[in-house]
């Protein structure tokens, strides 16, 4: 069984750009969750989908978006980047479709850098 | 509204002592709760879970109790190594479909 995936690893971008990041499920894995974690704080949920539908999002604006792909590939586009929005992005995988037992898996991340 | 608190750290501890690292939650219903592990320059691991009071997760070493009446779940193992030094995590499934972490504790174990 595979784990979760990122990609890139590294990006750094300048303020203004667009930046789309990617990450591939574990595989059977319907539900797939994004985070932004800032430097020495912890993660806050930005959205989650089910299925290639959004299934729920966290208090990020709406130029952050995602697709779901039917073969467990997603990915975050960010739209007009800001120097805040340099942190890691957490991708999350789970089987289920975000019931309260349901257990989340992370892949590695990708450092985003903004300037 | 949901939230998770975490003790500050870091916490700096000998090889082979006790470790505790506090973590009480606020949630409407009854969260499922979590501590995740991340190592230096890595994305989040799970470590343990619980889904309903009373229940014990442990993994490695590490131990947590899910406590209804104190809602809270510490995070404790009997003897740390070295390579038990990152920062933890606790988390609760809140709804929205979303974990809500805290802030994160780092520990260092010093040989």
């Known amino acids: 069984e595979t784990g979760v995936t990122q990609s890139p690893t590294h990006l750094i971008k300048t303020r203004g750009q667009q930046v789309t990041l990617r990450c591939s499920s574990q595989?059977?894995?319907?539900?797939v969750s994004w985070y932004q974690q800032a430097l020495g704080q912890g993660p806050q949920f930005i959205f989650q989908?089910?299925?290639?539908?959004?299934?729920g999002r966290g208090n990020f604006p709406p130029r952050f978006s995602g697709l779901q792909f039917p073969n467990y590939s997603s990915e975050l586009n960010v739209n007009a980047l800001e120097l805040d929005d340099s942190a890691l992005y957490l991708c999350?995988?789970?089987?289920?479709?975000?019931?309260?037992?349901?257990?989340?898996?992370f892949g590695p991340g990708t450092r985003l850098t903004v300037l | 509204g949901d939230s998770v608190t975490q003790m500050e750290g870091p916490v700096t501890l000998s090889e082979e002592a006790f470790l505790t690292i506090n973590c009480t939650y606020t949630?409407?219903?009854?969260?499922?709760l979590f501590w995740y592990v991340q190592y230096p320059g890595e994305g989040l691991q799970l470590l343990l879970k619980?889904?309903?009071?009373?229940d014990k997760g442990s993994n490695k070493g590490f131990e947590a109790t899910y406590r209804k009446e104190t809602t809270s779940f510490h995070l404790e193992k009997g003897s740390v190594q070295v390579s038990d030094s990152a920062v933890y995590f606790c988390?609760?499934?809140?709804?929205?479909?979303?974990?809500?972490f805290g802030s994160g504790t780092r520990l260092q174990v010093q040989p």
């Open positions: 988390a609760h499934y809140a709804g929205r479909r979303a974990l809500t």
């Open positions: 999350a995988s789970s089987l289920g479709a975000g019931g309260l037992t349901d257990t989340q898996y």
């Open positions: 619980a889904t309903k009071a009373d």
């Open positions: 949630a409407t219903g009854y969260p499922s």
């Open positions: 989908y089910y299925r290639e539908e959004e299934n």
């Open positions: 595989s059977g894995h319907n539900t």
